[in-house]
């Protein structure tokens, strides 16, 4: 079964950066497209950024500009490059998988916390 590992999170100042990282693994994984989400407590998780490995990539309204994501030469790896972080910016974030086009967003990772100091 295929399983998503994200890592990178930690506790930055305003203003820093901060490089995510999702890993899938698991017998003959393969996915139409990859995507970060996060959720602040008390809040509905949010759309961050995905990347459709045709290539064309999407963000959500409150990152653009600031975040960027991208995919890794080993082929199951997606990372979110995170700069002008912003306390708002506070939540878990949570890679998921999309298997095939027209699907649900169907294998997620377990978060990994994202705290901006202000």
């Known amino acids: 079964q295929a399983q998503l590992v994200e890592s990178g999170g930690g506790l930055v100042q305003a203003g820093g950066s901060l490089r995510l990282s999702c890993a899938a693994s698991?017998?003959?994984?393969?996915?139409?497209?990859m995507g970060w989400f996060r959720q602040a407590p008390g809040k509905e998780r949010e759309f961050v950024a995905a990347?459709?490995?045709?290539?064309?990539?999407a963000y959500g309204d409150s990152v653009k500009g600031r975040f960027s994501i991208s995919r890794g030469r080993a082929g199951n790896t997606v990372y979110l490059q995170m700069n002008d972080l912003k306390p708002e910016d506070t939540a878990v974030y949570f890679c998921?998988?999309?298997?095939?086009?027209?699907?649900?967003?169907?294998?997620w990772g377990q978060g990994t916390q994202v705290t901006v100091s202000s």
């Open positions: 698991g017998r003959a994984f393969s996915s139409y497209a």
């Open positions: 990347m459709v490995w045709s290539a064309s990539v």
């Open positions: 998921a998988a999309k298997i095939v086009k027209g699907g649900n967003w169907s294998t």
